[in-house]
Nanobody, 121 residues
Framework: QVQLVESGGGLVQAGGSLRLSCVAS????????MGWFRQAPGKEREFVAA????????RYTDSVKGRFTISRDNAKNTMYLQMNSLKSEDTAVYYC??????????????WGQGTQVTVSS
């Protein structure tokens, strides 16, 4: 069984920063891409960012390019999302995901429980 546990969410003022973490555990065999999705109230879950196993290949949704940075430390089975210049529209529950198919993240195999990010304006 695979577990993904997110942390690092919270309340921050607009313009501020947060760093999310996701730790993977269980029977998870490399290689696999890891990524972040988010879901705002009343909206569908949307893709945010993803990184390949090596971390060299990354992908971002347009709205976060230049503000968010995804990275991973495979030795720690951990993925990070550094979020800078946060905006109120970034408010959402952020979910960690694993997709053995790659950074497209079209059909994630595993999901975390989510961590709330709230940006006050």
């Amino acid at each position: 069984q695979v577990q993904l546990v997110e942390s690092g969410g919270g309340l921050v003022q607009a313009g501020g920063s947060l760093r999310l973490s996701c730790v993977a555990s269980g029977r998870l065999f490399s290689p696999y891409a890891m990524g972040w999705f988010r879901q705002a109230p009343g909206k569908e879950r949307e893709f945010v960012a993803a990184a390949s196993w090596s971390g060299f290949s990354t992908r971002y949704t347009d709205s976060v390019k230049g503000r968010f940075t995804i990275s991973r430390d495979n030795a720690k089975n951990t993925m990070y999302l550094q979020m800078n210049s946060l905006k109120s529209e970034d408010t959402a529950v952020y979910y960690c995901a694993v997709d053995r198919g790659g950074v497209v993240m079209s059909t994630p195999d595993y999901w975390g429980q989510g961590t709330q990010v709230t940006v006050s304006s």
